[in-house]
């Protein structure tokens, strides 16, 4: 677990420094002094350029994830395995550009009349498509060289400091809309250069085919977790991107910026858990490829019950927060309430137990994997005609969540099953008894004015969280962790 602590840790770091700057930007400057169409825009461009883009690595991803470890020999630059990744790559994108044409017109005339923007913008799709494609491939190819970090600073944290420039440059007036949404488009495409530059300086950037370790049986194999990564890969990201799109389809663009402000609080949610599943993905491939289950029961288990620790304190925080936040975003988005509280709720399940995806995908029953994402994207896109019509984006975010909790269910159910590997134990009560001591003891505080309001319910939130969790003891490495933090605190007062 060494290299996966450390690592999560840093990448945790300066996810959270993005989210925080992500929230500064999207939460607080954005909706002040852009109309909710034009934030619709930018998260319509997200949503879309990471489906077409995840299309577009024609499941290559997955093989990263699991069969690397065949191919790693430093010394013989990996047998080739970058060459391979770059001609998917071209290949991936020829395909994609090729059904972005035939599917133009019907975007322009679907969106012509509710949603004009984006039809004055999609020219500028497909070349962000391409950036985005070669940085997920480009970026898995580093995690599993044990470098999560540098992928994680430049996405989550690097483009979100230049997009805050950008905003604030909009907000004074020195930059109109169509420089700003360029200038956002150049800062999402950018990480993938400093990733290349790394690469390059560890002498992990090498181009050359290595067709002689290829045979027919490394073929087949390849064929099929490409084929399986594919459908794995790209219902992944409809689940939790198409909700979005699915909101302009039957709503509009503005609706689609609402929904994608009242979201974004939720992410931070899963923050812990995106800097651990980066570095995990490799840990585990390996732990296989050695058929070490016990390993992998472990890292399922302490991810589980700490995920659940961390996850349901920020959840709870943002409970008792609730009211705070809506007052500082303009009255048009306290529609999207409900869409906070309930897209958290199935971000929290997926924190919990989301790295049961990642054990099922990097073993030999990977197939089961697009089973389940398949059926989920489906019930997604049933639950969707039914309930955004007829509820909007509060639809939308049931919707969502519902199919984030079946997937993700089954994933557990099945790793129970066939592995006997679990993660939920009676340790989750005491967290979800933590959680629900914190907020009625935090709801008690009369109201304050914002700041104050929201520093006090927080603190007092934490406290009362943290208390229960300690003397539990339910997890060494939380205790351990404040542990650390109260002797620093102590040193610092000896000062």
């Known amino acids: 677990m060494g290299i996966i602590i450390k690592q999560s840790v840093r990448g945790a770091f300066w996810s959270y420094l993005g989210i925080a700057v992500g929230y500064i930007n999207v939460g607080i400057i954005m909706p002040q002094f852009f109309d909710a169409a034009q934030i619709g825009l930018v998260q319509i461009f997200i949503a879309v350029s990471l489906i077409f883009s995840q ?22 630059s990996h047998n080739g395995f970058l060459f391979l990744l770059m ?44 950036m985005r494609l070669l940085f997920n491939l480009i970026d898995n190819y580093n995690k599993v060289l044990y470098d999560a970090v540098t992928g994680t600073f430049w996405m989550e944290f690097m483009h979100k400091l230049v997009n805050l420039f950008l905003i604030v440059m909009f907000a004074f007036g020195w930059l109109n809309f169509r420089q700003f949404f360029f200038g956002y488009l150049v800062s999402m495409s950018m990480p993938v250069i400093p990733l290349i530059i790394v690469l390059i300086r560890r002498k992990e950037f090498n181009l050359k085919p290595g067709m002689n370790f290829i045979d027919k049986t490394l073929v087949r194999e390849l064929a099929v977790v490409m084929t399986f990564g594919f459908f794995n890969g790209l219902a992944g990201i409809l689940l939790t991107n198409v909700d979005k799109v699915l909101v302009n389809q039957y709503l509009s663009l503005e609706e689609v910026g609402i929904f994608g ?26 732990a296989w490829r050695r058929n070490d289950i016990g390993h992998i029961q472990e890292i399922y288990r302490k991810s589980a019950l700490n995920q659940a620790i961390a996850g349901t304190l920020i959840f709870t925080g943002i409970l008792v927060n609730l009211d705070n936040i809506f007052e500082i975003l303009p009255p ?18 997926v924190t919990i137990i989301g790295m049961a995806g990642i054990i099922t995908e990097t073993s030999k029953h990977y197939r089961i994997s697009t089973l389940f994402l398949l059926l989920s994207v489906g019930v ?21 969540s519902a199919t984030f909790i ?26 979800f008894l933590a959680g629900t001591l914190a907020f009625l003891v935090a709801s008690l505080l009369p109201n304050l004015s914002l700041i104050p ?10 406290f009362a969280y943290g208390l229960v969790i300690y003397f539990s003891g339910i997890s060494p490495e939380a205790n351990g962790l404040i542990n650390s933090l109260l002797n620093k605190m102590k040193l610092h007062g000896r000062k």
């Not at 049933?382 to 969502?400: D, E, H, K, N, Q």
């Not at 309001?453 to 934490?462: H, K, N, P």
């Open 380 to 400: 997604q896109f049933i639950l969707s005609f039914l309930l955004i019509p007829a509820y909007g984006i509060t639809g939308a975010a049931v919707a969502t």
């Open 332 to 349: 048009v988005y306290r529609t999207g309430k409900w869409v906070l509280i309930i897209y958290s709720a199935g971000i929290l399940w």
């Open 55 to 76: 299309f577009g690595t024609l499941g290559f991803t997955s093989v990263i994830n699991r069969m690397f470890p065949q191919f790693r020999q430093p010394e013989r």
């Open 261 to 286: 402000v009242c979201a974004l609080f939720a992410t931070l949610i899963k923050v812990p858990y995106n800097a651990l599943s980066k570095i995990a993905v490799g840990i585990i491939a390996e």
């Open 87 to 130: 001609t998917t790559a071209i290949v991936g994108f020829a395909i994609t550009a090729t059904g972005f044409w035939v599917l133009k017109p019907w975007i322009v005339e679907s969106n012509i009349q509710k949603s004009p923007l984006l039809v004055d913008y999609l020219y500028l799709l497909m070349p962000l498509v391409f």
């Open 453 to 462: 309001d929201i520093a006090a319910r927080s603190i007092i939130c934490t």
């Open 406 to 431: 079946l997937n993700y269910t089954l994933q557990a159910g099945f790793q129970r099953i066939i592995f006997g590997i679990r993660s939920l134990d009676r340790n989750m009560l005491v967290v």
